[in-house]
């Protein structure tokens, strides 16, 4: 019989995979492949590209060893085609295959050339996560507004995480009023690091002579890099960080970078980690009494709650989302977020930690150098290419409407209700950056006031027609209009002139 070909992506590493499961051993070929146009297709931050060949090396090892013949093309194979469809051909015209099962790409750029590949492909469905597209598209059907909070009920009651009966656990489907800490000086965990094996060593070589001109430092890594290693960051967290998580979920600290996060994205996104098995650990430890409610429950909320749902988003506003930009805003990316010299701390801080580690937790991303993008009017299709880029678990499914809907509301609303815009006020509250910082943060104009305290009211004002009829931000612009005329022209102007100022490259 003709043996069919079985395509993984570096972003399915699952032994679960449903084109494994569709597949006969005995006959198809697993084909696998680092190619230069999915390491290129933006400026991948280089430890992205390092976990994901390592990775793939390693997966392709225990396939083998599960009996599965695999064919694997390195990035440097003097053979390599380049792409992922353009391997597919090489591998068909070798073994005689004129068929592909493979399971749907997270991106609808993938998808599009494989559809477009000359080749019989069949697309499976990615049953990795919990709602299906029909299921979601179901939950969608005919509401008014798209709210997390309600799918995320279903995604309890489907998967009966923390439920009891149809009640959920502690009376309540959420403790978020409990997880709005700010920081503390004192933490106490440190994630767990893996010292490169062989593996990663030869991958981590090819990368730093192949992408070193990318944005980003590629060593010390210690990223997780197979199943067993991420397993035992999995317990790790669970015991080290987890029964703090939900306290200090929206806190930032000058002085450390992870706080009590889980660093569990990536290895969830690549496969390396099933969402379900992560959950029920979560849940176990939760009953075992090890960890609290808002704990338990803020962090399965991220996963079967955000996760699932920003990816049925992405899936059904289909492939123009990525693309969008309701606001209007055309301001070209400023080099502060790649690496250039900028006096707000905050921003500095986010920059360099991504720079160093591929990684920011959410409020980071969202509440820094997301709400700065946002006030500052950056194109949001500029900004999602940096998000893209720049982060360990960055792929479009989820990266695209984190960046474009819930942080610079460029879909117009469809995931956030109001766009996620602060002053300085929100950042000092939630952080200590502004006690190191050369702006003043309770300064509102002059000399050495905290730009996101001109840039707040510079977004109200410009945005008034859309904004001021909304209920949760009219008493922002009731508070704007008590100001009188000279403070509020003040605070307009110099805004514009710090806009000025980051345009013509100065530093800010
Ligand atoms: P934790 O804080 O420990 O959270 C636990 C888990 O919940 C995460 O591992 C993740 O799987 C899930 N999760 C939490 N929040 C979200 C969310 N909003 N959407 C989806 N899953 C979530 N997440 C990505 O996985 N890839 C991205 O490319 C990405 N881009 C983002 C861009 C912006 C502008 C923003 C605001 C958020 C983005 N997020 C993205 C969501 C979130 O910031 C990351 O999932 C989280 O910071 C990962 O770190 P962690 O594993 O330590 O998470
Ligand atoms: C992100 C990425 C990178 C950097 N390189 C590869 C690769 O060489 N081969 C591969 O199969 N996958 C890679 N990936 C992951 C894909 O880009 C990912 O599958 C799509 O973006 C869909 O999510
Ligand atoms: Fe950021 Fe403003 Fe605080 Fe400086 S003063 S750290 S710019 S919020």
Redesign the pocket.
């Known amino acids: 019989m003709v043996s069919r070909l079985v395509l993984?992506?570096?972003?399915?590493l699952s032994a679960g995979l449903a084109s494994l499961k569709a597949a006969d051993k005995a006959r198809d070929v697993v084909v696998?492949?680092?190619?230069a146009?999915?390491?290129g297709?933006v400026p991948?931050h280089p430890k992205?590209?390092a976990l994901?060949?390592a990775a793939?090396r390693k997966f392709a090892v225990r396939l083998r060893g599960d009996g599965w013949n695999v064919r694997y093309a390195r990035?440097d194979d003097p053979d390599n085609a380049g792409s992922?469809c353009g391997e597919l051909l090489r591998r068909a015209e070798e073994t005689g295959a004129s068929e592909v099962i493979a399971t749907e790409?997270?991106?609808w750029?993938?998808i599009n050339a494989l559809q477009h590949c000359p080749l019989k492909v069949r697309l499976l469905e990615d049953d990795r996560f919990i709602a299906s597209h029909a299921e979601f598209d179901h939950w969608a059907e005919g509401r008014k507004a798209l709210r997390m909070e309600y799918f995320y009920r279903d995604m309890r009651r489907k998967t009966g995480l923390l439920m009891e009966g149809d009640t959920p656990v502690g009376g309540q489907w959420n403790f978020d009023h409990d997880n709005r800490k700010p920081a503390r000086e004192e933490v106490t965990h440190v994630p767990i690091r893996f010292e490169p094996d062989d593996v990663a060593e030869e991958v981590l070589d090819l990368v730093e002579t192949r992408f070193s001109d990318n944005f980003g430092t590629l060593r010390p890594f210690g990223f997780a890099t197979d199943r067993d290693q991420a397993l035992r960051a999995l317990r790790h967290f669970v015991d080290h960080a987890l029964p703090r998580f939900g306290d200090y979920q929206d806190a930032m600290l000058d002085g450390d970078r992870f706080l009590y996060h889980s660093l569990l994205s990536a290895y969830i996104n690549?496969g390396l980690l099933n969402p379900m098995e992560v959950c029920q650990e979560v849940e176990n430890a939760y009953e075992k009494g090890d960890i609290p409610i808002n704990a338990a429950e803020g962090f399965i909320r991220q996963i079967i709650g955000w996760r699932e749902y920003v990816r049925g988003i992405y899936f059904r506003e289909g492939a123009d989302y990525p693309t969008r930009n309701k606001l209007n805003h055309k301001r070209k990316l400023p080099n502060l977020y790649w690496g250039a010299e900028t006096r707000m701390r905050c921003v500095a801080k986010a920059v360099a930690q991504t720079r160093d580690e591929a990684y920011a937790h959410h409020i980071q991303r969202l509440m820094v150098t997301g709400n700065f993008g946002l006030l500052a009017g950056i194109d949001p299709g500029a900004l999602h290419e940096w998000y893209l880029s720049v982060y360990i678990d960055a792929?479009?499914?989820v990266e695209a409407p984190n960046t474009v809907g819930m942080s610079q509301f460029a879909d117009g609303g469809i995931i956030a209700s109001k766009p996620y815009v602060s002053s300085g006020n929100y950042i000092n509250k939630m952080s200590d950056h502004c006690r190191h910082c050369a702006y003043s943060v309770t300064k509102k104009t002059g000399e050495g006031a905290c730009p996101f305290n001109l840039l707040y009211w510079h977004f109200m004002d410009r945005h008034r027609d859309r904004f001021e009829g909304n209920p949760r931000m009219a008493q922002m612009y009731r508070t704007f209009d008590r100001m009188d005329a000279d403070k509020r022209e003040t605070i307009l102007t110099e805004a514009q002139g710090f806009l000025d100022r980051m345009d013509a490259g100065e530093q800010v």
């Open positions: 993984v992506l570096g972003d399915q696998m492949a680092e190619v146009d999915e390491a297709y991948h992205k590209i994901i060949f793939m990035l992922i790409p997270g991106e750029r993938l690549i792929f479009e499914w």
